[in-house]
């Protein structure tokens, strides 16, 4: 069974950075965009950044200029660099795989990111 999992994770201060780590196994990494997702507190779990098979990202505008997404198709990870952290990026970070055509896909259980004074 495919398994991603996250490290990264970890306690930061505003205007901070931290960059999260998630190793994919047992999937054809290549034939997989990845992507992070996270959850804050009360909220609902959102996208924050994909990456195509082929390296190209993506991010939503509450990210942009701050995150960089990469991926080592050799190596099967896929990482997130975050910078100038806010509060607000306080959530669990989960990482995700989703097959290019059949859209199956999977969750690593997540790495916790607090930004706090």
């Known amino acids: 069974q495919a398994q991603l999992v996250e490290s990264g994770g970890g306690l930061v201060q505003p205007g901070g950075s931290l960059r999260l780590s998630c190793t994919a196994s047992?999937?054809?990494?290549?034939?997989?965009?990845m992507a992070w997702y996270r959850q804050g507190p009360g909220n609902e779990r959102e996208l924050v950044a994909s990456?195509?098979?082929?390296?190209?990202?993506d991010y939503e505008d509450f990210v942009k200029g701050r995150f960089t997404i990469s991926r080592d198709n050799a190596r099967n990870t896929v990482d997130m660099q975050m910078s100038s952290l806010k509060p607000e990026d306080t959530a669990v970070y989960f990482c995700?795989?989703?097959?290019?055509?059949?859209?199956?896909?999977?969750w690593g259980k997540g790495t916790l990111v607090t930004v706090s004074q």
């Open positions: 995700n795989a989703k097959h290019r055509f059949l859209g199956v896909g999977y």
């Open positions: 990456i195509t098979s082929g390296g190209t990202p």
């Open positions: 047992r999937i054809l990494f290549n034939m997989y965009t």
